[in-house]
């Protein structure tokens, strides 16, 4: 049974505007816009209270990778209620669900990992690296290395230390942010890349961190955190040449490398760990999201032999967890996540079946007249509108034009996401090769009227 009382949709939507404050809303807005009301889900599609039934192309919230059907995840988390619905994991207790994640964890992750500490989300688990990192060099006698370097448009979480991390000027113009944080230009050859190649850009854009390091002293810098592709900040696939070069300046540099696997790791870009696609040896991996495919909040970080040697050695207590870290029901619901990944190959599926459909899809998008640039890989997509494809020229000055085209794609029934002029999807990789034409067919139709409202 449903623990809630049955209401009208216009209820709802009263209701919520009048109690609910919602993350990253403009509250002053939501008062009179309303949202929307999702109310179940089935397959790729979610359903709201007004009956419309929408293709969700953002896989909830990069998070549902295997779509929101799947009763053993459910079923595990029953059981696992059942049987011990919940206890810590301080004072030298564990569980058996945390105690099987993490080893399973360990040995599906690259090779140089060997521990992993939960968390409840990818926000707790970059607080957490943080405190990893400063106990490290700490331990190390090198107690000044403090500085993390990250990429301006990233996005790491919400938490103070999380969001000074990530790079979106909006958010930290709201807050001070931590002072050891440094931001370098995001890897976004059409952005950024002015008259450069993309491979001349990739290669600058890498050098901007050994810039960086050497600007604020090796001796001072701790580590670089950056997601394998940015996704918060419109889905930036890097020139093949960066993260090479970003690899060959980590190996020449003292520093510490966190991979933000929030998004892409457990499959998306077609390999289980977004470093693995791009060959980049992280000491710190960052993991969240599809890890329970979004039924159960669980986040956490994997934390290589290198740091596990020293932390684990005459450190004292680490003097950091939370209540629900290692949560038994949520690992439980991240134990069955696994079984199907592993069990239905859907790393697999993504590297060689729907993710390059998608992508040849996605691609035929490029001779939209509104449409400059469109970037893409495994089951990750962006496109950047414009007005003009050789100027570059934006459809509105201010940043507006995604907006608008989201609000078609609503319209069209379809969930994708507008990141200021770029609009953005990650598709569950459950998704048939009819469920992406279907996709696609929504997504010309609102460029088609997105084009028209700006009369191009
Ligand atoms: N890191 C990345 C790359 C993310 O995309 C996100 C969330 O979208 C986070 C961290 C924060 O995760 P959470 O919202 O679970 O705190």
């Known amino acids: 049974y449903l623990m809630y009382k049955e209401k009208t949709s216009v209820q709802w939507k009263d ?45 909830g919230l990069w998070c549902c990778s295997l779509g929101y059907s799947q009763p053993k995840i459910g079923d595990a988390v029953i059981n696992q209620f059942k049987q011990l619905p919940y206890y810590n994991n301080f004072f030298q207790c564990s569980n058996a669900p945390a105690v099987e994640l993490a080893e399973r964890l360990v040995n599906i992750a690259p090779k140089q990992f060997k521990r992993v500490f939960f968390t409840n989300s990818g926000s707790e688990a970059n607080d957490t690296n943080i405190r990893l990192i400063r106990r490290y060099w700490d331990l190390k006698k090198q107690p000044n290395k403090r500085f993390i370097i990250a990429r301006k448009n990233a996005y790491h979480g919400s938490t103070i230390a999380a969001a000074s991390l990530g790079g979106f000027d909006a958010v930290h113009k709201q807050f001070e942010t931590l002072p050891y944080t440094s931001h370098i230009v995001e890897p976004n050859w ?16 890498a050098r901007e961190l050994e810039k960086q390091i050497d600007e604020l002293g090796e001796e001072n810098v701790a580590a670089f955190i950056a997601e394998p592709i940015q996704g918060a900040g419109g889905v930036i696939v890097p020139p093949a040449t960066y993260w090479p070069e970003v690899q060959r300046i980590l190996n020449e540099r003292d520093i510490l490398f966190v991979s933000d696997e929030v998004i892409c790791g457990f499959g998306r870009t077609g390999s289980l760990f977004g470093c693995e696609t791009y060959q980049t040896e992280p000491d710190l991996i960052t993991f969240a999201k599809a890890v329970t495919n979004g039924f159960q909040p669980l986040g956490g970080v994997l934390v290589s032999n290198k740091i596990t040697e020293v932390i684990t050695k005459d450190g004292g207590e680490f003097g950091h967890g939370f209540t629900y870290s290692g949560h038994p029901i949520a690992c439980a619901a991240a134990l069955a996540t696994l079984d199907l990944i592993e069990g239905q190959n859907f790393v697999t599926r993504v590297a060689e079946d729907v993710g390059p459909y998608l992508q040849s899809k996605w691609k035929e998008l490029e001779d939209h007249p509104i449409v400059g640039h469109v970037r893409g890989i495994g089951m990750l997509g962006s496109i950047e509108l414009v007005r003009d494809k050789n100027t570059r020229e934006r459809l509105e000055s201010d940043q507006k034009s995604g907006g608008i085209c989201r609000e078609f794609c609503i319209k069209n029934n379809l969930i994708m996401r507008a990141v200021g002029d770029s609009m953005i999807i990650s598709p569950p990789f459950v998704c048939s090769h009819g469920d992406i034409d279907l996709l696609i067919e929504r997504a010309k139709k609102s460029l088609d009227q997105t084009a028209a409202y700006y009369s191009v």
């Open 15 to 59: 209701l919520d505007a009048s109690y609910h404050l919602h993350p990253f809303t403009d509250f002053h807005e939501y008062e009179t816009s309303k949202g929307r009301i999702i109310e179940k889900s089935e397959h790729i599609y979610i359903f709201d209270t007004d009956g419309r039934k929408y293709l969700d192309a953002m896989s």
């Open 190 to 205: 059409y952005t950024e890349g002015g008259d450069q190649s993309a491979d001349d850009f990739g290669l600058n854009a």
